[in-house]
């Protein structure tokens, strides 16, 4: 099992930046891949970042490439995304999530098997 929680979202002026956090407990976290993913009102949960285990191997969306980092702390079981020069179009509930059994960078939702409750990132005009 694997607990998640996300943490650091808010409101922000596009351009701003944000940086969400995500702690994990339960199994070991150095031992399994994790990602970003949100969902727009009305939309279908997208892909966002993928880290492997490592934290070496790193897979972005196109529409946040450039701008946004994941990144991982596996001393502190912790996972990151800071999001920068943010647009309105990035406004959603952003997930964490956690593959445990695949091994592969994430780059769907497709075989994540944990997930955060998310954290609300809204962007303004």
């Known amino acids: 099992q694997v607990q998640l929680v996300e943490s650091g979202g808010g409101l922000v002026q596009a351009g701003g930046s944000l940086r969400l956090s995500c702690a994990a407990s339960?199994?070991?976290?150095?031992?399994?891949?994790m990602g970003w993913f949100r969902q727009a009102p009305g939309k279908e949960r997208e892909f966002v970042a993928g880290?492997?285990?490592?934290?070496?191997?790193?897979y972005y969306a196109e529409s946040v490439k450039g701008r946004f980092t994941i990144s991982r702390d596996n001393a502190k079981n912790t996972l990151y995304l800071q999001m920068n020069s943010l647009k309105p179009e990035d406004t959603a509930v952003y997930y964490c999530?956690?593959?445990?059994?695949?091994?592969?960078?994430?780059?769907?939702?497709?075989?994540?098997?944990?997930w955060g409750q998310g954290t609300q990132v809204t962007v303004s005009s």
């Open positions: 880290i492997s285990w490592t934290g070496r191997s790193t």
């Open positions: 999530a956690a593959d445990t059994h695949t091994g592969m960078v994430p780059s769907t939702t497709t075989g994540m098997d944990y």
């Open positions: 339960g199994r070991t976290f150095s031992n399994y891949a």
